[in-house]
């Protein structure tokens, strides 16, 4: 008469293991905000803005105090968390520049340990086929309008309720990105500008501080979106058995901090929430840096280290096995390809004691920025200049932005705004000079890359590609770059092997590929000379507006052809050298094998 009380029993207990099982991986939620400096939050001091849900998040997790970006721009910083790379690593050091070609990342990781990655909002790295997202929430993904920002159709918090409902016994890792506080900042309706407490590293304009109301109010519905997620997490049951990461990709768009490696440009929150595993309420000042999100998501999954990645897991702070985390961070910036006329990158270590050394490579040119030249909303930046004519500490601001010395060192534990260049009086300047050398030459840079760029070289009607290289459209004037005829002249050699020797913008693939020379236009088609004898020469490929192809190679016209009109026309994508961006691809669009030598591209002659 005990079997049917034991048979129930014996059920109960399966089913409790394979519960157990079932949710033996934590959920991962990672929220992203856009453009947030650390210190415009709640917890962290800020008394202006209501972050309730940011507050409340650290009040149950553990918030870090020392955490930053490996780039102040969009797209690099993206890349470094989803990657685990620096820039130069994975290959997107420039904004809105490809990763590498099949570079491993966060989704694919994930998806080995059984993990469903779902990501709803911005995605900003490319291509994006190489990351294996599923995406959601396509609307408010987008930059504009600003209305769409905060996800009005819910599809993250409906997407939360069906997976539970319908996938339940899959772990998932949902990134949850908005496009706020980015720019165009939402209209002011709270705050009194007059009242606010304005950061010391702003100049104090009437216009400036309408400029802060913006973004403090875009930050409050940053917060009200956080809090829109936790609650349904909340009510799917699961708060137990997630880990909940808040963090931006870089700090505010205001002059030395997004774009910058100054530490307002640099240092984000990071809050990470997971009950009974994080200790309520803590607060660390372990060194992180976001290049340690793939790494330590992994590690939250289950997974093992991975040797070629940059970062490191910082699961064992988490859980208080560790204090301390790295002993210094790397970050960099290599601008905007808007800006190829200023080109002005900087690359920068922040060590655990606190000193942050920053070397400047182009200090002659002045840093330009959207802040100044193309500004969406609340434009302030002119009454910076204005003020800067008669005050002191505005000048003092103005230049600290627009004018960066060779070398910058600062000591952190006192002088967080960073105004005083201890370069010069020798304290540890030394010794931080030879730890970001050291680092460079881990990484593989040198400073002749550093110091090109991912940029074209411009001359009169012409410019050049170095072979490898690439361009973005943005480094285009398209109104002053409008062909008539369009030359490409290269000197091939290799071409018995060969690959592609340029992609103009996917309007056409130019290659040279066991012994023939040919293109590849938008629609596939190709069309290419017989096989030639020679294996090296000088290619002349002329293209007019009216669509007449003409191609010499070693003085000998070798293909003629009647094409569509305006392919010589910029269009959104890369003019490249010896490759296709962000791709792999075989055959006559492989990797050139062999050695292209002066690409040009001149147009009206």
Not at 119 to 131: A, E, M, Q, R, W
Not at 415 to 439: C, H, I, P, Q
Not at 478 to 483: N, Y
Not at 526 to 545: F, I, M, P, R
Request: charged fraction near 25%; hydrophobic fraction near 40%; charge should be negative.
């Amino acid at each position: 008469m005990f079997y049917p009380r034991l048979k129930t029993l014996l059920i109960c207990l399966l089913l409790k293991a394979s519960s157990v099982l079932a949710q033996s991986k934590p959920n991962i939620v990672l929220f992203i905000c856009d453009d947030l400096n650390q210190q415009d939050v709640g917890c962290y001091g800020n008394v202006d803005v209501r972050t309730p849900h940011m507050n409340a998040l650290a009040s149950e997790g553990m918030r870090f105090n020392r955490a930053y970006a490996a780039s102040p721009i969009c797209t690099p910083s993206r890349s470094v968390m989803f990657t685990g790379m620096y820039p130069f690593h994975n290959g997107a050091q420039m904004n809105h520049f490809t990763v590498k070609p099949n570079t491993p990342n966060l989704p694919q990781y994930l998806h080995e340990l059984g993990y469903r990655v779902v990501i709803s909002g911005k995605t900003d790295v490319f291509p994006l086929h190489n990351f294996p997202f599923e995406r959601i929430g396509e609307e408010f993904g987008q930059y504009a309008p600003i209305e769409t920002r905060l996800d009005r159709k819910k599809e993250t918090v409906h997407m939360i309720e069906s997976h539970f409902k319908e996938k339940g016994q899959q772990p998932i890792c949902l990134i949850v990105a908005p496009w706020v506080p980015h720019v165009p900042w939402f209209p002011n309706r709270r705050f009194d500008p007059d009242k606010l407490k304005l950061p010391d590293y702003l100049v104090d304009t009437k216009a400036t501080r309408n400029a802060l109301a913006s973004y403090y109010q875009s930050i409050e519905a940053a917060d009200s979106l956080l809090g829109e997620v936790m609650v349904a997490i909340d009510k799917a049951g699961q708060k137990k058995n997630t880990v909940m990461l808040f963090i931006s990709d870089q700090g505010a768009q205001f002059p030395s901090a997004k774009w910058s490696v100054y530490d307002q440009g640099l240092r984000v929150p990071l809050i990470v929430r997971w009950p009974g595993m994080v200790k309520a309420g803590e607060v660390s000042d372990a060194l992180v840096s976001l290049v340690d999100l793939t790494p330590t998501m992994v590690d939250l999954g289950g997974g093992k280290a991975i040797d070629s990645l940059d970062g490191e897991s910082f699961k064992n702070v988490l859980l208080g096995k560790k204090n301390a985390h790295h002993a210094y961070i790397f970050a960099e910036t290599s601008m905007e390809p808007h800006f190829w006329y200023n080109y002005t990158p900087a690359r920068t270590v922040i060590t655990a004691e606190g000193f942050h050394y920053i070397r400047n490579y182009h200090p002659g040119v002045q840093f330009i920025t959207h802040i100044d030249k193309v500004e969406r909303n609340a434009y302030y930046f002119d009454t910076w200049v204005a003020a800067a004519k008669t005050n002191a500490k505005a000048k003092f601001l103005l230049d600290r932005y627009s004018y960066h010395p060779p070398e910058e060192v600062y000591d952190l534990n006192n002088d967080r705004d960073e105004f005083e260049n201890l370069v010069d009086t020798g304290m540890r300047t030394s010794a931080l000079r030879d730890l970001l050398d050291k680092e460079l030459k881990r990484q593989g840079e040198t400073e002749e890359m550093i110091l090109s760029g991912t940029l074209p070289v411009f001359f009169d009607r012409s410019y050049t590609i170095k072979q490898y290289g690439s361009a973005a459209d943005l480094s285009f004037n398209k109104k002053l770059w409008t062909p008539e005829v369009l030359v490409v002249t290269a000197y091939l050699g290799g071409i018995d092997k060969g690959g592609v020797v340029c992609d103009y913008f996917g309007n056409f693939k130019l290659y040279a590929y066991e012994g023939r020379i040919g293109v590849v236009m938008g629609d596939g088609t190709d069309l290419h000379s017989e096989v030639l004898t020679a294996k090296e020469g000088q290619l002349v490929c002329k293209l007019s507006e009216k669509g007449a192809l003409e191609i010499q190679f070693d003085n000998n016209v070798i293909l003629t052809a009647q094409v569509k009109e305006n392919l010589m026309k910029i269009k959104g994508g890369y003019v490249t050298c010896g490759k296709v961006q962000g791709e792999e691809l075989g055959g006559k669009l492989q990797t050139f094998e062999g050695a292209i030598t002066d690409l040009r591209f001149t147009m009206n002659e």
